[in-house]
């Protein structure tokens, strides 16, 4: 059973940068599209990124395109979502998800999740 642990949140200012890092145990990582999520108060959860398996395709949300990038590392087990050029409307809990199978720029279907990690954009 593939176990994912998302670190990195926490307060940055409008126009800064932050990176979120998953860290994943248990399974088959390295064959597992991985993307980030995030729900922010009031709002369902969208897509902000995701990564193919290999990591040779990525999927960017518009708001998030330009200023987020997606990456994994499988020798390690990690995925990362460098966010730069943070807005207020990024504030929301972020996590990271793993799948099976499936169109990985879907936002449904995806199998795994960790427990979140909360970003928070001050204006």
């Known amino acids: 059973q593939l176990q994912l642990v998302e670190s990195g949140g926490g307060l940055v200012q409008a126009g800064g940068s932050l990176t979120l890092s998953c860290a994943a145990s248990g399974g088959n990582f390295s064959k597992r599209p991985l993307a980030w999520l995030r729900q922010a108060p009031g709002k369902g959860r969208e897509i902000a990124a995701a990564i193919s398996y290999i990591g040779g395709g990525a999927y960017y949300a518009d708001s998030v395109e330009g200023r987020f990038t997606i990456s994994r590392y499988n020798a390690k087990n990690t995925g990362y979502l460098q966010m730069s050029s943070v807005k207020p409307e990024d504030t929301a809990v972020y996590y990271c998800?793993?799948?099976?199978?499936?169109?990985?720029?879907?936002?449904?279907?995806?199998?795994?999740w960790g427990q979140g990690t909360q970003v928070t954009v001050s204006s």
């Open positions: 998800a793993a799948r099976v199978s499936g169109r990985f720029s879907s936002p449904f279907g995806y199998d795994y």
